[in-house]
């Protein structure tokens, strides 16, 4: 049975960085794709960031080009999100994803999903 827990999640002020964490166990983690995706009140879930399995390819939502960055250390199954110039609309809870696919957005192809983590980000 795959497993996803995301850890890292937090309260900071906007400008701050943050770095999520999410551990894979029960599954070949160097087999699945990666994604990060978040969801705040009141709004469906959203792609962030996803990864390939070797992590040589990676893709952004547009909001978080050039402040986030997705990256894996397939020895300790883990996959990352690290989040610069965090801003109040980055709020919500970031959940991470694992599929058989590669560079995919679409929640709907992801297999696996971790409980989330809340990030707060005040102004």
């Known amino acids: 049975q795959v497993q996803l827990v995301e850890s890292g999640g937090g309260l900071v002020q906007a400008a701050d960085s943050l770095r999520l964490s999410c551990a894979v166990s029960?599954?070949?983690?160097?087999?699945?794709?990666m994604g990060w995706f978040r969801q705040a009140p009141g709004k469906e879930r959203a792609f962030v960031a996803t990864?390939?399995?070797?992590?040589?390819?990676?893709y952004y939502a547009d909001s978080v080009k050039g402040r986030f960055t997705i990256f894996r250390d397939n020895a300790k199954n883990t996959v990352y999100l690290q989040m610069s110039s965090l801003k109040p609309e980055d709020t919500a809870v970031y959940y991470c994803?694992?599929?058989?696919?590669?560079?995919?957005?679409?929640?709907?192809?992801?297999?696996?999903w971790g409980q989330g983590t809340q990030v707060t980000v005040s102004s």
């Open positions: 994803a694992a599929t058989f696919r590669s560079i995919v957005t679409s929640d709907q192809m992801y297999d696996y």
């Open positions: 990864i390939s399995q070797s992590g040589a390819m990676t």
């Open positions: 029960g599954g070949t983690f160097s087999r699945y794709g």
